[in-house]
């Protein structure tokens, strides 16, 4: 009888690498002892509450104003709106039980419009209601469902705008009938996000799962037409090799495997090129560089440079090998 090829060993990083991720804000420190260390629950859920009132987390949510809001806009084309720093305190993972979290959502539920941030005819929609373009409301679904708040309707919305090929575009109401990655992974992480925190429904299920497929039948950058990757982005020419944080609307192939890894996805053979371009990434000492920053205004400054080696995207490549070589590509 012929034996089962053995398990691969989970992927692991060396201590020296170790050492320098956990010399980080909170933020970091917390999710390298969760995910890549054994350290125990207790400790972990200690160094993820500082998050709220220590360090980047903590400016954050100094800056939000007394109505609700950052930067005085629901939405903006810098990177320190409202949505942009509810994205930031998601990837932080500021505890949304806490009462700094509580706070700080409670305000803008209660008080935040898209007022000036959105079409006209969305002026009046609380900031949960979301607006009109998917790639927007997908980072509002995500954020919001996070932090548990209801995002039921942008839900709903975002299901009734799924294109034929199972992803979604901003220009669909423009004509387009393709899909676009980067909408594609901005609403993919909403839904899995609502599921997670809002329990699963089988449409939302099977909605994201076509959306899902959507990326792995291209390998997760290239064209299914021709079989050739995909080099640059049609819309900002940004490179899906080149690994950003972070990386708002824009995708790469980073946070593809990101979300397939927090999605529960078995590893399969049809990410296997993807996995190969993160660890050409890898340095000589084990980490990985910044390698974009999307121009814009931060709401604050993490202290990476492009081309020198970055925390989160070394944190972000140690969870995604790990959740390859752990598992077994089919």
Known sequence: MTSNPPKRQAFEPNQPVLN??????????????????????EAVAAERARVAFEGWGAQL????????RWANAAWNRGWD????????????????????AQRALGRVRDHVTWQGSGPPECDNNPFFAGEL???INGQVG??????????????????????????????????????????????????LEHELNAGSRPEVTAARLRG?????????????????????????NAAWTDFAFPTWWHYDVLRGLEYLRRAGVRPVERVAEAIEVV??????????????RYPGTMPIEFGEVVGQPSRWNTLRALRVLDWASA????
């Open 20 to 41: 320098w991720l956990l010399d980080a804000d909170p933020a970091i420190r917390w999710q390298v002892m969760a995910d890549l260390t054994d350290a125990p629950a």
């Open 61 to 68: 949510l100094a800056l939000q104003g007394s109505d609700g």
């Open 142 to 191: 995500a954020a919001g469902a996070y932090f548990g708040q209801d995002v039921g309707g942008i839900v709903d919305r975002l299901l009734g705008e799924q294109l034929p090929d199972g992803g979604w575009n901003c220009e669909a109401g423009n004509g387009a009938t393709r899909s676009s990655f980067n909408t594609t992974i901005c609403v993919l992480e909403a839904l």
């Open 81 to 100: 709106s409202t949505m942009h720093v509810l994205m930031l305190l998601r990837d932080f993972g500021l505890d949304p039980a806490s009462e700094q």
């Open 279 to 292: 660890l050409a990434k890898r340095d000589r000492d084990g980490r990985w560089p910044l390698e974009v």
């Open 327 to 330: 598992g077994e590509l089919d």
């Open 212 to 236: 899902q497929e959507y990326l792995l039948e291209r390998r997760l950058f290239f064209r299914k037409s021709t079989g050739e990757p995909i080099l640059r982005d049609r819309k900002g």
């Open 133 to 135: 373009e998917p790639c």
